[in-house]
């Protein structure tokens, strides 16, 4: 689990990081979650509340909540519900971390993928570009927002390298995912359908085409992160092939008021 993680941090990254022992603290301009919360794989090299009490004030000099995103295992029947281990994340709830709404599962699969993308519609075509272009970004809608803070391609440029896939046609982008490469995985982020041609297969599409991509870069192993009242979306991604691996949350410190990361 936290290997995994430790490699997943180097796909979507901080404008600016540290580490504390073995946490990692990451700093955006507020730009996502992850980009924006500490990452706790092992031991800080400090007794915990020296640590938290580092880690507060890291974020407090940037301007932004403390946060820490905590892996946690599933429970012991796999099943999709809700199970906390008794380590940090129990010792955070005794020192009032708030848990903020929504988290998330871990997913990995084997390439190539056993299930085969949906057929394009006529015209269509599928695009891997090494930097995203306007009709990619426009597509892009961080929160379900139009917002396109200054550090958005920095953060979306940040692994050691990607590819911004897009299915389109004349009149368009129809869906759009960001498959990065770092530490032998391939990751998939950023995908989605616009709202005008959703129920038509392209969220499957867009998937096997990013891990397909994946493929021909020589990467046989991938991994995405969904949040677990996204029932839909987990659908999907069993169809193509991903298990389950673990769950994260994001735990706020209780000095710095409402988690707000836009």
Do not use: K
């Not at 504390?20 to 992850?34: H, I, K, N, S």
């Amino acid at each position: 689990m936290l290997e995994l993680e430790r490699m997943a941090a180097a796909h979507w990254r901080g404008t600016e990081e540290e580490w504390l022992g073995e946490w990692l603290l990451r700093a955006a301009d507020g730009f996502t979650g992850r980009a924006n919360s500490a990452l706790p794989l092992g031991d800080p090299g400090l007794p915990l509340e020296a640590a938290l009490d580092y880690v507060t004030g890291w974020y407090r000099a940037r301007g932004l909540p403390a946060v820490m995103a905590v892996p946690l295992p599933l429970p012991a029947d796999d099943a999709p519900a809700a199970g906390l281990d008794a380590g940090l994340d129990a010792e955070l709830t005794v020192r009032g971390w708030a848990t903020r709404p929504g988290p998330a599962f871990v997913m990995v699969a084997d390439l190539p993928l056993a299930a085969a993308g949906g057929g394009l519609s006529a015209g269509a075509v599928v695009a891997a570009d090494a930097e995203p272009d306007d009709g990619w970004i426009a597509a892009y809608h961080y929160r379900g927002t139009d917002r396109q803070p200054p550090v958005l391609r920095r953060v979306l440029t940040s692994a050691e390298e990607q590819a911004f896939i897009s299915i389109r046609t004349e009149s368009g982008v129809l869906a759009i995912a960001r498959l990065s490469l770092a530490g032998g995985w391939a990751g998939i982020t950023a995908v989605e359908v616009d709202p005008a041609h959703r129920r038509a297969g392209l969220g499957l599409a867009i998937t096997a085409a990013a891990c397909a991509e994946a493929v021909a870069r020589g990467v046989r192993r991938v991994f995405l992160q969904v949040a677990v009242d996204n029932a839909g979306a987990r659908a999907l991604y069993e169809r193509c092939g991903f298990r389950y691996s673990h769950r994260y949350e994001y735990r706020v410190a209780p000095a710095n008021g409402a988690f707000s990361l836009s």
